[in-house]
């Protein structure tokens, strides 16, 4: 039953490449055709969610001598539900079509999530690269969408080089992986785990690979700046779900192909690198001005939460406390499913803004709740979720975060012990600030006066974005009243991975089987009570409301030429993260040039802030200095004469020959 | 018979919460008005403000959406719940099994959330400003809160966070004392006075537009959506009072199946400790002044530093037992 099943999903991603391929040749009818895509999608999600893990079919194609093998096993079974739900929203909102940037784009989406849901369904190495890698040049077409744009272009190239640079980490990390084993199937390369230096290695370039295309920290740079450009349902799957892919392969090899005798020390490296990238994330989104872009950067914050979630997993796995790594890595796969939800209703929501707007940018936007009030709606059910506000989803998993982070202190030694501490506190300092940024997002885009005329003559988006946003919105709220309903989903992942299932009922997580803990439920219901005891209270004198002139402390009514009052009386999107900015901006290397006006003198004061990532003048800057010394290097190789040409030619073979040589006699 | 007393238990604690914090707050107000030398404003004062203003017309700005009338309402649901979930005078309630500490710093952040978005709804300056620094002073407060966090589960062993689990074991006096508890008071009174917007981060008896942080967000609203608000800062700061209170001297709580009697206990201890906070809180406001806002976030870094401190040493001393 499970391999016709089995059949009928490798059939679906086969049918969802068809469909890309047509879209190329039918560009009149790319509605119909994303709409077909999204029925397979969701479809595809249907048969996912029916199907029991455990399968496997081994297709006649791949490797000379090697079939490529697809199943359906615990772990890729969450992450395939994920990429069909988000697509099918994604591409239901992608029918809606504007511009020929969508229509350059359409080939690519079905394709791309074909890709992703090829890379999750490989049960070998071949085939969970061949999938990766594929869905890396998917998307990185879609990123050139609107390439008439140097912004965009100039992102392609930077994302071109991550994801070359995450392929040969990962290329290396695979093939170091496959040495021990005698084929490359996941069930043969299980049995043969790498063992010390080789195993250490394998952890820093998985790390480094999954982790680049993922965006954790230092290698996040490109998400700000892909992310943004690529058309709203193509940016909405990019941070939704491919950085969920990402963020798979780097389970898979850490949790399951490196064998289940991995050290404690293991899960340092990603407790580290999440809380970096979770600080630095949150911080650039309280700061991007651009509304998509401060949507990418919360999303390396959320993948830094998710690398906590492995690291404390992988960690406590170490020390043999499988109860404490189910915790925590059914905390960070929880998180995926929730965060993949709600950053694509959120990228979805800011494609209709932008649409209707005309512009990314906070400081232009605002006042769009009169005009949107749906899109706005579904954006603050999102950003609750972002935030982590009980009841919803996010909550749920940082919740359990949290727990799995306070508890991790029992694994033992004094370093251990305040680095757990310290990403606890930072946890908490990630999610007061996602808030903070939500509010920006929201108060500053959404809510107030409009900026520019432009805004306010904004529209609710088309039907089918409408209802993606809606289904998106509902969706989310569902993991956030059941938390305990979506980790029966990830519960056989935990058993496979760490050895420990989760203490939860369909509406109850905890954090053992006899303590108290979470019920989101029950928390939602004190929530209605609250709201209904004034309604209640007041119903009996129920006034007639009027309408007035804003108060702000008897500021004038604006002329009769500003019919949306002076803009610049309002709070605007640099205001609102001054005080963040002024207070942590050392972190982000912000700089602040002030140029006050002499008394009397009519030239304005001006202030001119500006903020760096600090991986970029670290990591970026002297990395690609010496790629142009290097290139330029061996340049010279171009202008050589015929004669020495053709004695390289005959040099590097030589030389190759020779140095085989050598090492089979060795 | 446990179960039912338990729901009255539930019930009558957050008829008391609700009643209660308008006179505390009340009570911070008066006792300040005497140590200043006025003859102050009776402890019941703000009850009387807040029916005031709930006869009166409600007036909306004609820029407000839906997230202006609902904020109120959504504040409100997320203290009350909040308050609802801290034992006052009887553990084991009935909300006892979901009362979380993380689940109450996530409702008080949800209700700033909520009036934070009403304050930037109406599009004025001065909501702005508030909702700002409200969301900033957050992000330092919340990282002491889980610091202090740390210190009780680790200490205890306690595995959890449930306020009522670590309440009755507070009370069998299973911590002892201990350096990293004395921090972690100070950090969370720190953090308390934040997030309850008192001195010296916030003045709530403030006349200066430009220095208000909570009443700035509040300009706005007038009529019935007021006194809610206005009940849901009372009862903020009456959670924080309880919720000190229960951790660090929890003297007199018994289980909520004791029946009446047993609870008799328990509100006087109850009163007790929001009496001697509110002293405290009212000698403390009227010796020291408002902080510059930039000088808050330093206040509150002291606060996630003591935490941080408190947390080394609980784990130094336990290595060495």
Known sequence: MSAVLLLILACVVAALAALGLCAAVLPRRIALLHAVAAGLCGAGAAITLAG????????????????????????????????????????????????????????????????????????????????????????????????????????????LGMAAFSAACLVIAVAMLAMPSPDLTFASMRQHPPDGAWAAGVLGLATLGAGAKAGLFPLHVWLPRAHPVAPAPASALMSGAMTKVALYVLARILFDLCGDATPVWWGVPLVVLGAASATIGVLRAVLEDDLKAALACSTVENVGLIAIGFGLALAARGADLAPLAALALGAALLHVLAHGTFKTLLFLGAGAADHAAGTRLLSRLGGLVHHMPVTTGCMIAGCAALAALPPSSGFASEWMLLQS???????????????????????????????????????????????????????????????????????????????????????????????????????????????????????????????????????????????????????????????????????GAASFAQPVRRTLGTLMLATEQSTPADPGSPVPARLVAGFTDPAEPLLFVPVGRVRLRLSSAFDRLQFLTVRRTLSLMFAVPLLFLTAIAVLEAL | MSTALGFVAFVLHTALMLAAAPVAAGLVRWLKGRLLGRAGPPPWQPWLEIVRLSRKQPVFAENASFVFRWAPGVVFAATLAAAALVPSFALHMTTAPIADLIVLAGLLSLGRAALALAAMDVGTAFGGIGASREMTFAAYAEPALVLVLTIFTFALLASTTNLDALAAQLHDFAFGLRVSLGLALLSLLGVALADSGRLPVDNPASHLELAMVHEAMVLEYSGPPLALLELSACLRLLLWMTLIGTLFAPFGLGPADAGPAGWLAGLLGWAFRVVVLSAALALLESTLAKMRVFRVPEFLGVAVLLALLAVVFLFVSQGFA
Do not use: N
């Open chain 1, 52 to 159: 029991t893990p455990g399968a496997s079919v081994a297709l006649p194609v791949g490797l000379p001598g090697m079939a490529i093998h697809l199943a359906l096993d615990p772990l890729s079974r969450p992450f395939l539900v994920l990429v069909f739900g988000a697509s099918a929203a994604a591409l239901t909102a992608a029918t809606d079509v504007h511009g020929p940037e969508d229509v350059r784009a359409a080939p690519f989406l079905p394709v791309f999530v074909a890709c992703m849901a090829f890379a999750l369904l490989a049960a070998d190495a071949f085939g969970l690269l061949l999938g990766f890698e594929a869905m890396s040049v998917a998307s990185w077409a879609l990123v050139l969408a609107r390439h008439a744009d140097a912004e965009a272009r100039d992102a392609a190239a930077l994302y």
């Open chain 1, 405 to 571: 982070a306070l508890a991790a202190p029992r694994i033992g030694g004094l370093a251990l012990q305040t680095l757990f501490a310290c990403a606890a506190a930072l946890i908490a300092l990630a999610a007061a600030l996602a808030a903070t940024a939500c509010v920006r997002i929201i108060g500053v885009g959404f809510l107030g006066r409009p900026r520019v005329p432009r805004t306010a003559g904004a529209q609710e988006p088309a039907l089918p974005v409408r209802a993606a946003l809606i289904a998106l919105s509902v969706l989310t709220a569902f993991i956030g009243l059941f938390p305990g309903l979506v980790l029966r989903l990830i519960d056989p992942a935990l058993r496979h991975l760490v050895g420990g299932g989760i203490a939860a009922t369909s509406l109850f997580i905890a954090t053992s089987h006899d303590s108290p803990g979470y019920a989101p439920l029950a928390i939602g219901v004190l929530l209605a009570a609250g709201a209904a005891l004034p309604l209640l209270v007041l119903r009996r004198r129920r006034m007639q409301e009027r309408d007035a002139p804003a108060w702000a402390c008897g500021f004038a009514a604006s002329p009769p030429w500003l019919p949306f009052g002076d803009p610049a009386t309002q709070y």
